[in-house]
């Protein structure tokens, strides 16, 4: 057992640090730093920024154009990044790439691999249905085949992005006649393609991230099949066990909690700052050591990975704390303003001049879309069923 | 002992559900919060028909000189239908205010307006630097000519922007965080000098930060015994609490039985997601705390006319309470309505919103739990 970064590691984390202070366009790092909305734009910028350098892609192997870092790399990488640079727009480079350089063809991935590096495809995940959120494999949006077509026709919910999107990955019905998991098929969309409509969805921040998307008689290319017909669960399902470095968001909510020291160190209290006032620096101090346990908790289930060993369902204990931590400092981010949380003009585009103190800026939106840490990606409750159910055989 | 309503209470209680009813579907909310007011001036009138501006004047002001379990009622009825009209700012805060403080002469001129709805009234305290603390006063008035001219800046005032007239405190002695040395003035909103940024609230109010430049007023204006306002301010702010306790419950009521219909009809595995334990024992714990903020919310209105300090101790306590019960409740009717609670489009994020504010006006649960500890 040794906690130490070896000399490689911390000579990685220097070369890390130099290429942000060289390269990061400093109104981005404003943005990012006042916790403002980021823009598609900004986002692309400085993907394709990471990408001349060959850092867009984390994740990938370095034959499909990514980085090959051990996991050590990519856990310093997250540290120094997070609340720094805008962060990677996951569909494309966490989501669909993992799935393509794994189970497409050859054809699939010369054309999309690229594509997605150099941001010129922006995806989004077209998983969620009315009828079918936690209950997933229920899916009802099919696709009948037609010559050398599918013909979708459904309805998909809460689609974060649709809106800018240029490409979907939908998991469809291609069989309804086998048990549920096996009739589904994962299907590449373009989102030109006719017969698509977005509807927006307003969300509690009052912010435009999410969407309805309806599939009406839309043609879809076979050659957009990944792998097999009635495989798709199988390769969701891989598309959600792989992403594990980031779901317990450390570097996140290590920014998250030096914003809020430094929030708390100009309130004032009884005439002394926030920070000095003994329920508050309780209250910091509590959830400083969960963000440590859950860090440490992080790195154990990496080095185990770094070995080999495939993460297993206990990677949904770093959901589960990674959510709820999130949601406690954004919580305590709003708390820390006093009376000046409540004004709240909306959007979070974070356009209008904040009324209070500039550093309340973003605060709100970031609690309310925070609520949602606990239910997208799989619900805290559902996590727990796979803990119990799969960890402790229950 | 006694915890029910008298006959004329629940006729109170009947009315207030009609007027939400009626008035209040969600959609009308929507439409009503979204107008540049956040009110309806048509609402107001109705409820000084309704004699419920007044329900706790005294009679000779045009009021019904009713009891705190009045103004209970009707807050928890309010609380149900997210309602905007400014029933806190002005009934409770103002006339409590004018009734406990005002001189003669005050009384006689503004609380039969107010009782006809023809005065909307707003508190403003709050400073940048006072957090909660009620005697974290900066704003000055100095004596001047036979009046006084104030000077300051007061923070989230809400309902400023439609008030007729603010209700001010400012130092007329003393400094910091004194006890002694606090006043309390009746100033005209368009009184020269008096400038609102006005903004809307996470809940939808309207709000306004309140720059007073050399605000001059007459000695007549003075609310209350000049240097002695902070047991005043601490009397009418506890009986805010208790409104505010009263609103809590209300909303957190209305948000159990959506919650509980929704666990009813949502289905997800082939049945409907009630099935499931875990919600179950969720849901369970959602009812504890409403029926808990609820025992503490009549616990409070009973105690308001009791000596200052048990009088504050259970206004502290039961602030705590509502605060946690609250953020509690409304969190938890996020989640359980999964994708559908995020959207704006639903009513359950609104009354988790207002829950919220209701934690943080006149001190959040931390800041209750310190006073709790200082009265003990
Ligand atoms: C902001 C946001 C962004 C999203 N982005 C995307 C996206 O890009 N693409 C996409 O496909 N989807 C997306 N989603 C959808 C998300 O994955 C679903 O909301 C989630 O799976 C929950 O499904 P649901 O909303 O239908 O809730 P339901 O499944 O109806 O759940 C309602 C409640 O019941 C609980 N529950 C359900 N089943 C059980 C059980 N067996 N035991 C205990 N509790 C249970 C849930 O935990 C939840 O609390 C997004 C959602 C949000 C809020």
């Known amino acids: ?394 | 002992m006694d915890f029910s309503l008298s006959d004329e209470q629940r006729q109170l209680q009947d009315s207030v559900g009609r007027f939400v009813r009626d008035r209040y579907p969600f959609e009308q909310w929507r439409k009503i919060t979204d107008t540049p007011e956040g009110f309806a001036g048509e609402n107001w009138r109705q409820m000084a028909e309704l004699g419920w501006l007044g329900v706790s004047l005294p009679e000779e002001a045009g009021g019904l000189g009713g009891s705190p379990v009045d103004t209970m009622v009707i807050l928890e009825g309010l609380g149900r239908g997210l309602v905007a009209e400014p029933y806190l700012s002005t009934v409770v805060l103002g006339g409590g205010f004018l009734v406990l403080g005002g001189t003669p002469e005050m009384r006689e001129r503004e609380l039969p307006k107010l009782a006809a709805g023809d005065l909307k009234l707003a508190f403003a305290h709050a400073e940048t630097q006072s957090r909660f603390s009620l005697e974290d006063v900066v704003t000055s008035a100095k004596a001047a000519g036979g009046g006084y001219v104030l000077n300051g800046r007061k923070i989230v005032v809400y309902d400023a922007p439609a008030a007729d007239k603010l209700i001010v405190s400012a130092r007329t002695g003393g400094a910091g965080r004194e006890r002694e040395g606090i006043s309390l003035f009746l100033i005209d909103r368009d009184a020269p000098g008096v400038h609102l940024r006005a903004y809307r609230t996470l809940d939808r109010r309207r709000a306004a930060d309140v720059t007073l430049e050399k605000v001059a007023v007459d000695a007549g204006a003075l609310i209350g015994v000049r240097d002695q306002a902070l047991p005043l301010i601490e009397q009418v702010v506890d009986h805010a609490i208790a409104a505010l306790a009263a609103e809590s419950v209300g909303a957190m009521q209305l948000l159990t039985e959506t919650t509980t219909e929704y666990l009813k009809t949502r289905k997800q595995f082939g049945q409907p997601i009630g099935n499931f334990q875990a919600l179950q024992h969720r849901m369970v714990d959602i009812l504890i705390a409403t029926e808990q903020a609820r025992s503490m919310s009549y616990m409070v209105t009973m105690k308001l006319d009791r000596p200052a300090r048990e009088r504050s101790r259970a206004a502290a306590a039961a602030k705590v309470q509502i605060g946690q019960s609250g953020r509690f409740v409304g969190q938890q009717a996020i989640q359980l309505h999964g994708g559908m609670g995020m959207s704006d489009e639903l009513n359950v994020g609104h009354f988790a919103k207002r829950l919220m504010m209701i934690d943080m006006l006149y001190g959040n649960a931390d800041h209750h739990r310190q006073r709790f500890i200082a009265l003990e």
């Open chain 1, 1 to 394: 057992m040794d906690l130490s970064f070896s000399a490689e590691d911390l000579a990685f984390r220097g070369e890390v640090q130099a290429f942000i202070t060289d390269n990061l366009p400093a109104e981005i790092r404003r943005r990012v730093q006042k916790g403002e909305h980021l823009s598609k734009e900004d986002q692309v910028a400085w993907q394709l920024i990471l990408n001349q350098r060959g850092w867009a892609a984390p994740g990938w192997p370095k034959k499909y154009g990514g980085t090959g870092w051990t996991v050590t790399q990519r856990y310093i990488f997250d540290e120094e990044t997070a609340g720094v640079c805008p962060p990677l727009t996951p569909f494309g480079l966490s989501m669909v790439g993992p799935v393509i350089y794994t189970f497409g063809n050859p054809e699939q991935k010369a054309h999309y691999l690229p594509r997605i590096l150099k941001a010129q495809d922006w995806w989004c995940q077209g998983y969620s249905e009315p009828g079918s959120g936690s209950d997933l494999a229920s899916l009802k949006t099919k696709a009948v085949a037609d010559g050398d077509h599918y013909i979708v026709d459904g309805h998909k919910i809460w689609t974060t992005q649709a809106h800018e999107a240029d490409m979907i990955f939908c998991l469809v019905r291609t069989d309804a006649s086998v048990k549920q998991q096996e009739g589904i098929s994962f299907l590449l969309i373009d989102m030109k393609t006719p017969g698509i409509t977005v509807r927006p969805i307003i969300t509690i921040d009052e912010g435009h991230s999410i969407n309805e998307v309806f599939l009406d008689n839309v043609r879809v290319p076979k050659k957009n099949l990944i792998g097999q017909e009635g495989k798709g669960w199988t390769y969701a399902k891989f598309l959600l066990g792989h992403e594990r470095t980031g779901i317990a968001q450390v570097a996140h909510s290590k920014k998250r909690l030096a914003r809020l020291k430094a929030i708390a160190r100009a309130e004032l209290v009884e005439g002394g700052p926030l920070i000095a006032d003994t329920t508050f620096r309780d209250k910091l101090a509590q959830v400083e050591i969960e963000l440590m346990a859950l860090e440490y908790t992080n790195l154990r289930i990496l080095s185990e990975s770094a070995k080999g060993k495939p993460p297993g369902p206990e990677a949904s204990i770093l959901k589960i704390r990674g959510s709820e931590i999130g949601q406690r400092l954004t919580e305590m981010a709003v708390e820390s303003l006093g009376y000046y949380a409540a004004p709240y003009e909306g959007g979070r585009d974070g356009s209008n001049q904040p009324i209070g103190p500039d550093y309340a800026a973003g605060l709100m939106p970031a609690f309310l879309y925070g609520r949602a840490f606990t239910i997208y990606g799989g619900s805290n409750e559902i996590q727990r069923n796979v803990i119990a159910k799969m960890v402790l055989g229950l």
